[in-house]
């Protein structure tokens, strides 16, 4: 237990249990189990070495993911490190959404993909995706997990604000692109601060929805009929982008709430 208690340095006495338990899962597999068992007392000379150079970098701030190297996402172990945003529950909840609707084989563009959690989700449904992202770092992270996953993807560089994607038709655009102003920076964690990247993160404070307008213009000429928009967005902009969407041709527009009860995704239709 003083592993934990020095991790409570830096996390909550409820966060750094959570974390300690997932560096003994992931890097020494033992389960819960056999940390109540004493196994975690047991570790060789090598192990604990290795947990001793785990612990420096959580007590420095850095995520456990990006330590690890390693995020779960809807029951999959997808590579992450800094460059791309650590996969999170809401995202989850974005796929579950889009996924009850989607036809099997459906053409899915997502904008913006990070460590490809949202494009690998979707190609394992059986929807065929072409995901795109400024960022090499984050396409070639994108591009392992797709392999890791066995699953097929085709990863494009492209800047969605000076877009050159080729004219083709898809049945549903999806995006959790950079929706935190800037001047909200300080009411965030000083872990996601200091270590995700920020050009994943923040917009500027008098365009904040600089990314959604971009991609809605670009759905606009690339959407099959009937075809979808899904979103992540900033809690407080989901009736502005409702009203964008609408006033850019869009119709059936949707607002509704993640597992904490925040505005937290918008659907539009063409």
């Known amino acids: ?17 959570a974390v300690y338990r ?10 819960m189990t056999d940390i109540l068992l004493g196994k975690d007392r047991e570790l060789s000379p090598n192990d604990l070495a290795e947990w001793e150079n785990i612990l420096s970098h959580l007590l420095h701030g850095m995520p456990v993911q990006y330590v690890l190297g390693e995020a779960e996402f809807r029951g999959m172990r997808l590579h992450v490190e800094p460059g791309v945003l ?6 989850a909840q974005l ?6 609707e989607a036809a099997e084989g459906c053409r899915v563009l997502e904008i913006g993909t990070g460590s490809g959690c949202i494009a690998v989700a979707l190609a394992k449904a059986g929807c ?4 795109t992202d400024v960022s090499p770092v984050a396409l070639r992270v994108a591009r392992g997990n797709a392999a890791d996953q066995g699953v097929e993807v085709d990863f494009v560089e492209d800047d969605v604000l000076h877009t050159r994607l080729p004219m083709a038709m898809w049945d549903v655009v999806v995006s959790n692109p950079p929706y935190i102003c800037q001047r909200e920076a300080a009411e965030m964690e000083p872990l996601v601060l200091a270590h995700e990247p920020h050009e994943a993160l923040f917009v ?18 690339r959407l099959a009929p009937s075809g979808r928009v ?13 009203a964008l969407a609408r006033g850019m041709g869009f119709v059936h527009t949707a607002l509704w709430q993640d597992s904490f009860g925040n505005n937290r995704f918008v659907k539009c239709s063409r």
């Open 128 to 131: 065929r995706v072409t995901a």
């Open 95 to 100: 796929v579950d959404a889009l996924l009850q």
């Open 230 to 242: 899904y979103f992540e967005i900033n809690r407080l902009y989901g009736d502005d982008l409702c």
């Open 1 to 17: 237990m003083n592993a934990i208690r020095r991790l409570q340095e830096v996390y909550s006495p409820g966060e750094a249990r």
């Open 22 to 31: 997932l560096v003994m899962e992931t890097r020494f597999h033992l389960s």
């Open 86 to 91: 650590i996969p999170r529950p809401e995202t």
């Open 204 to 221: 500027p404070d008098h365009d904040p929805l600089l990314f959604y307008r971009a991609i809605l213009e670009l759905a606009a000429s």
